[in-house]
């Protein structure tokens, strides 16, 4: 099947270019690396008027300055897999090495909410450790908590995100029964160098959430685990029963907060 | 756009948006990629990119543009099969052939990069792949006795009695 020719295709060659052609986003569709969308356009769920393929508008790579990490939007999700805790388990555990090398971390972390499963594998990994997400709608360009960024996902471009490094990182996920089920529930935590402790869980809900009441009962694991519950609703989909989910959620945060214990 | 696949360069004529997969079949004719389940998830449609192995049906074409594709046609042919192919003769790790161009691009890729012939290893390269015939394990010795370089006798196999089952699979 071929594209329609009434698709009109955007392939800005710089970050500026990019930020004009998203505009204020209006009837654009975003393309990344483009293996969440195009099966959309495959089956037609998806025709948009026009499509933003960035592949060549300078956004993928990976900056250390300091301790400052900067990922471009762009930037393949294998990329990421070498990476200490949570993100570089986080993101070996997003489907298999071709479809991780062609993904990208802004499309895992924009990605619209799927009906048949939870998506944006990596939120929780960036919600733990503290990332800002630096955006753009109508030429003005933000930098705001990505937990911002997240909640209103859909009306930016997102060009990349930034993190301290974490004194101390975990990741605790369900197995997954294939390489391409996205993550049915993981849990993320990261110790900030200031001693600050985030949690966050992906598939707990239809993206990823922090767990503050986890956070705040951090001294006692059992405690911390139950907690958890409070902070997310986890519900049925093709990949796991609300019911299990439930069941799990608490043994991940307390595997997280021992592995966060162990001595670096 | 242009790409070149098995080393013939072509002017590409479709949207940038359209799969690499579709292109392939459909504009160039060339059906050694398979469309599976046009999703990612099955690994049928798997080419090389450049060398590194990339699922056609999820890769939009204008992300290809001046790459270089080589699909099972550009592994070998009947008369010169390349190691893999021969690996895969030899180990009958073709039943209906429907996997097997993707496998072998996947298991080329996963070769070239150096990898062993370490069982677990081939599973982790090759972990997106599926076979509904569920031939695994002989698909995963032929990559491992690819990977160690053995060498084959193919005369008593059917393609040494000149017959053409293995190189492309079905169309």
């Known amino acids: 099947m071929v594209m329609d020719a009434a698709t009109e295709v955007l392939m800005p060659s710089s970050e500026d270019e990019a930020i004009a052609a998203f505009g204020d986003g209006t009837d654009v569709l975003v393309v990344g690396g483009g293996t969440i969308v195009v099966p959309e356009l495959t089956y037609r769920r998806l025709q948009p008027s026009r499509a933003l393929m960035l592949g060549d508008a300078g956004l993928s790579g990976i900056e250390k300055d300091g301790s400052r990490v900067t990922i471009g939007a762009m930037t393949p999700v294998q990329e990421l897999v070498e990476m200490p805790a949570p993100l570089g388990p986080c993101a070996a555990n997003v489907a298999d090495i071709e479809v991780r090398s062609q993904a990208t971390v802004g499309g895992n972390l924009c990605a619209g909410e799927g009906s048949e499963a939870p998506r944006g594998d990596l939120q929780g990994a960036f919600l733990a450790v503290g990332a800002t997400a630096r955006s753009a709608a109508g030429g003005d360009v933000t930098e705001q908590p990505l937990e911002e960024f997240l909640a209103k996902r859909g009306e930016r471009l997102l060009l990349s995100v930034s993190f301290e490094e974490p004194a101390a990182g975990a990741f605790a996920g369900l197995d997954r029964p294939h390489t391409h089920d996205y993550t049915a529930l993981a849990v993320s935590g990261a110790r900030a160098a200031d001693g600050t402790l985030r949690l966050a869980a992906t598939g707990a809900g239809s993206w990823g959430a922090r767990l503050p009441s986890a956070e705040a009962a951090a001294g006692d694991p059992a405690a911390a685990g139950e907690a958890a519950l409070e902070d997310v609703s986890p519900h049925d989909d093709a990949l796991a029963s609300a019911w299990y989910r439930t069941k799990v959620l608490p043994v991940l945060v307390r595997r997280v907060l021992a592995d966060l214990k162990e001595p670096a | ?171």
């Open chain 2, 1 to 171: 756009m242009n790409l070149t696949v098995n080393g013939v360069t072509h002017e590409i004529e479709s949207s940038p948006l359209t799969t690499l997969l579709d292109v392939l079949r459909e504009e160039l004719g060339i059906t050694g990629a398979k469309a599976g389940c046009h999703q990612g998830g099955c690994g049928a449609c798997t080419v090389l990119i450049d060398g590194e192995p990339r699922r056609s049906c999820l890769m939009p074409v204008g992300y290809a543009n001046g790459g270089e594709i080589t699909t099972v046609e550009g592994l070998g042919t009947v008369d010169d099969l390349s190691p893999i192919q021969q690996a895969f003769v030899h180990h009958y790790a073709a039943q209906c052939g429907f996997c097997t161009s993707g496998m072998m691009l996947a298991g080329q890729s996963y070769i070239a990069h150096g990898g062993s012939d370490d069982a677990e290893a081939i599973q982790k390269a090759l972990g997106g792949h599926v076979c509904r015939c569920t031939g695994y394990s002989k698909i995963i010795d032929a990559v491992a006795a690819a990977a160690r370089g053995d060498s084959f006798d193919l005369t008593e196999t059917a393609i040494g009695k000149h017959t053409t089952m293995a190189t492309g699979g079905a169309e």
